[in-house]
């Protein structure tokens, strides 16, 4: 299948280098062009517009930050919807609240394309290896037509709702991790005293009900952090735990309820960006707290 990958960041250009693995036409673009050379040198082809990426496939993928970086690359000028649409398929995979899908499934509709929304979980590697979680927004028939390209991508596929239930059900799972991050250095603070080795807590924590599956992908890097040592490539950075945190608390209130433990826990990860660690990975959060403690 012909398919553009618009915007390719870490997550967005492991994902090219996985589809054009499996035998896809790839075409990318990417704001800093320095950042296509990846998929280039694996076999993409790089559109000199998101315009003409959209002109030459019949699948779009955006992997973008946030709502403003899908406002900017859709609609600005040469964005991608001031390229030919009509038929063509979006599956919009960046992290942000539903209402911004459902907004622009109905931009793109005026346009004779169709949407869905397919945000996931994983990180870098699993992405690069075809193992996400997708979570799927959108019509059955829009869904089926590339059941197939989502199956390559993700080692499950859950079609979740209409367009935009993909975002929540996102939301929702990166929720409690996001905290978890927080609970961890916490927690780490109590037995930082008792000095043991970063990898026996770890493996301590896995093992029991203080851990969840993220330790097992994870803690290495949070133990490296621990240690004070470079806890290897950055996959999930502090800057964005904040803004999926934000949306989070926004979502909660936009239904009429209240996130308090969220909020608690985007207060200390704001405070980590103030401290200049927005583009340090989130492991490296729980490192940070149990640092706090004053060890005799
Ligand atoms: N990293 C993870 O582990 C992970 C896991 C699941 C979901 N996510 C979600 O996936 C999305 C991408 O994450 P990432 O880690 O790949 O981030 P990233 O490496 O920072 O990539 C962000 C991408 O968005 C582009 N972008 C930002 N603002 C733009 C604008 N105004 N116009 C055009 N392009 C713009 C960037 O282009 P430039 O290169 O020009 O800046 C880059 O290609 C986020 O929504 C994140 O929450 C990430």
């Given at each position: 299948?012909?398919?553009?990958?618009a915007?390719?960041?870490?997550?967005?250009?492991?994902?090219?280098?996985r589809l054009?693995?499996?035998?896809?036409?790839?075409?990318?673009?990417?704001?800093?062009?320095?950042?296509?050379?990846?998929?280039?040198?694996?076999?993409a082809?790089?559109?000199?517009?998101?315009?003409?990426?959209v002109?030459?496939?019949?699948?779009?993928?955006?992997?973008?930050?946030?709502?403003?970086?899908?406002a900017?690359l859709?609609?600005?000028?040469?964005?991608?919807?001031?390229?030919?649409?009509?038929g063509?398929?979006?599956?919009?995979?960046?992290?942000?609240?539903p209402?911004?899908?459902?907004?622009?499934g109905?931009?793109?509709?005026?346009?004779?394309?169709?949407?869905?929304?397919?945000?996931?979980?994983?990180?870098?590697?699993?992405?690069?290896?075809?193992?996400?979680?997708?979570?799927?927004?959108?019509?059955?028939?829009?869904v089926?037509?590339?059941?197939?390209?989502?199956e390559?991508?993700?080692r499950?596929?859950?079609?979740?709702?209409?367009?935009?239930?993909?975002?929540?059900?996102?939301?929702?799972?990166?929720?409690?991790?996001?905290?978890?991050w927080?609970?961890?250095g916490e927690?780490l603070?109590l037995?930082?005293p008792l000095?043991?080795?970063p990898d026996?807590l770890?493996?301590?924590?896995?093992?029991?009900s203080g851990?969840?599956n993220?330790?097992?992908a994870?803690?290495?890097?949070?133990?490296?952090?621990?240690?004070?040592?470079d806890?290897?490539p950055?996959?999930?950075?502090i800057?964005?735990?904040?803004?999926?945190?934000r949306l989070?608390?926004?979502?909660?209130?936009?239904?009429?309820?209240d996130?308090?433990v969220?909020q608690?826990?985007?207060?200390?990860?704001?405070?980590?960006?103030?401290?200049?660690?927005g583009?340090?990975?989130?492991?490296?959060?729980?490192?940070?707290?149990?640092?706090?403690?004053?060890?005799?």
């Amino acid at each position: 299948m012909k398919i553009g990958i618009a915007g390719t960041g870490r997550m967005g250009a492991a994902i090219a280098l996985r589809l054009i693995e499996v035998g896809h036409e790839l075409t990318v673009w990417n704001r800093t062009p320095e950042k296509t050379k990846g998929p280039a040198a694996a076999g993409a082809k790089v559109a000199a517009t998101p315009a003409a990426l959209v002109d030459g496939v019949e699948v779009i993928i955006t992997m973008l930050t946030d709502d403003k970086s899908i406002a900017e690359l859709y609609h600005g000028p040469q964005g991608l919807l001031s390229g030919n649409a009509k038929g063509k398929l979006f599956i919009e995979m960046s992290t942000v609240r539903p209402e911004v899908e459902r907004a622009l499934g109905e931009k793109i509709r005026q346009k004779g394309g169709s949407l869905i929304d397919c945000p996931v979980g994983g990180t870098v590697e699993p992405a690069r290896a075809g193992k996400l979680f997708g979570f799927v927004g959108g019509s059955d028939a829009d869904v089926a037509r590339v059941r197939q390209v989502l199956e390559q991508m993700c080692r499950r596929v859950e079609h979740v709702g209409p367009l935009g239930a993909g975002a929540s059900m996102k939301l929702a799972i990166n929720l409690p991790l996001m905290v978890y991050w927080q609970a961890f250095g916490e927690a780490l603070a109590l037995v930082a005293p008792l000095k043991l080795d970063p990898d026996r807590l770890i493996s301590i924590f896995s093992e029991t009900s203080g851990g969840p599956n993220v330790l097992k992908a994870r803690g290495a890097a949070a133990a490296a952090a621990m240690r004070g040592k470079d806890s290897g490539p950055v996959t999930f950075d502090i800057g964005l735990a904040c803004k999926d945190l934000r949306l989070m608390i926004a979502e909660a209130k936009s239904l009429g309820t209240d996130a308090p433990v969220s909020q608690s826990a985007l207060k200390s990860f704001e405070e980590a960006v103030r401290e200049g660690l927005g583009d340090a990975d989130g492991a490296s959060l729980p490192a940070r707290w149990m640092k706090r403690v004053n060890i005799k």
